[in-house]
């Protein structure tokens, strides 16, 4: 059974990206409408928008009765939440296009993974490395010398 942290912490990005989806999707809509949506009090969109804002999501509101808000189009979420399984993923998905050879988007698989090496802790870098290094090189140097 998840630890209540972790499903708490699921449950308000998941109604996070609601909330993100409504604003872009009807440009304004008012606290009360995205609660009805999320499932969620007033109060509690309230503190999403405000977790926004803190992601970087500039959300522009009015207060008072008749208040809206509203999602700047150009605004974008300046953290990326990813699991360590996705990382994976993407690790496996860079080393196949490498290993394919000349495939167009190679090299913007590469730098979105440079991207991802680029928001993680110095620490974290390191040990992705030595994953990188250790788990999905060496598989693919076994597996391609097998062939020969």
Known sequence: MPEPALVSRSASGERHGAIVRNLRRNGTST???????VGASRRT???DIS???DEGQIIYSD??????????????QTTAKLSVSEIIAL?????????AGNLPF???ADAGLAKIEKALPAEKVKDLRTFW??????????????RM
């Open 31 to 37: 606290v009360d409408p995205l609660a009805k949506q």
């Open 45 to 47: 969109v309230m503190r």
């Open 51 to 53: 977790a926004l804002r």
């Open 63 to 76: 207060v008072g009765r008749g208040g809206w808000l509203q999602l700047d189009p150009r605004s974008m």
């Open 91 to 99: 690790l496996i998905s860079v080393a196949a296009t490498r290993a």
């Open 106 to 108: 190679y090299a913007l």
């Open 133 to 146: 290094t250790v788990s999905i090189l060496a598989r693919f140097h076994r597996c391609r010398t097998c």
